[in-house]
């Protein structure tokens, strides 16, 4: 059966039987050299900077940043406007906004229109990036994972309706006006990190290391995060809770994605503000909604429930 097929019929269709020996090996050899294979690079990279190319400096400012707009999209873009797990008084709305938007990944309608039609037809036609759509032997899995891990932002013709998708946002001034100054947003995403580590170090130098690390490789290292979940979490990993479609959890991902990777979960309970249920199972975004919970600046936060998730739980 090809992803063809199943994404032009209106019901889920079912898994694959995938050898674990064959084309399940095939398929997590493809995301290694995919996304592992870079970041590899990347980091080996950083020995050769050190020192000269490469400071304390600009990795805290980039880390400061990361986690910035990181928790910006996951808790924010995500998990508040995009699924309504909280509620959030008028301040921290407007700061999960501009701090989503630090990340670069496009306006907050756009971003949260885009997310909803993904779950509406998830793995299915309709979506906006499925990494199934091409078909489920290797090489289609391969063609897939680049379409579904930023190929569509550039290649598809299709249009996602924020008046059918993001209408609430639409209504809200304060998210309007967030979303006409995202281009000034990202302009003080890329250059802050500059004037801030020029002013640490009272150098030109400084100011330039800053910009590439803290701004540019930062940016870049998000926007991979974020983009595997889209393609890594909906290709390969653990489903400990039945969905309609092949999202999956993938544990070394939790960690830089703030808890999105466990990304089954998510789909098998969409609103859930926690997606790591399971033991073990670290989930930074929901620490930060606790946060904001205690805080008293979110409420209404839709927590785990015990009896639904057992209903979900895969056994055996």
């Not at 006409?180 to 802050?192: E, H, K, N, P, Q």
Request: aromatic fraction near 12%; charged fraction near 20%.
């Amino acid at each position: 059966m090809t992803a063809e097929l199943t994404l032009n019929s209106t019901k889920p269709a079912p898994e694959p039987e995938l050898d674990p020996q064959g084309r399940g090996k095939a398929e997590r050899v493809t995301v290694f050299f995919f996304v592992l294979v870079p970041l590899l690079a990347l980091l080996a990279a950083v020995p050769f900077a050190w020192g000269w190319g490469l400071t304390w400096t600009d990795i805290a400012i980039g880390a400061v940043f990361y986690v910035i707009g990181g928790l910006g999209i996951t808790v924010g873009f995500h998990r508040h406007f995009t699924h309504g797990s909280f509620k959030a008084n008028r301040p921290l709305r407007i700061a999960l906004a501009l701090a989503g938007s630090l990340a670069i990944e496009g306006g907050v309608i756009k971003w949260v229109a885009d997310h909803r039609r993904h779950h509406k037809y998830s793995d299915h036609e309709g979506d906006p990036h499925s990494p199934w759509r091409f078909g489920d032997d290797w090489r289609s899995v391969a063609k897939g994972l680049f379409y579904a891990h930023m190929a569509w932002m550039f290649l598809s013709d299709e249009k996602t309706s924020p008046k059918r998708f993001a209408p609430d946002l639409l209504r809200d001034r304060d998210i309007v006006r967030i979303d006409r100054w995202f281009g000034a947003i990202v302009v003080f995403s890329l250059l802050a990190p500059a004037v801030i580590g020029g002013l640490v170090t009272m150098s030109w130098w400084g100011a330039f290391t800053a910009f590439f690390w803290g701004g540019l490789v930062r940016v870049a290292l998000l926007h991979h995060v974020t983009w595997s979940v889209n393609s890594i979490c909906h290709t390969i990993g653990e489903e400990n809770f039945e969905v309609r479609d092949r999202s999956r959890n993938v544990w070394w991902l939790a960690i830089p994605s703030f808890g999105e990777s466990w990304h089954n979960l998510h789909h098998a309970d969409p609103t859930c503000a926690r997606h790591g249920v399971l033991k073990g199972q670290i989930d930074i975004s929901a620490r930060a909604i606790w946060v904001f919970e205690k805080l008293g600046w979110a409420s209404k936060v839709r927590w785990p429930n015990a009896e639904r998730l057992a209903a979900k739980r895969v056994t055996g």
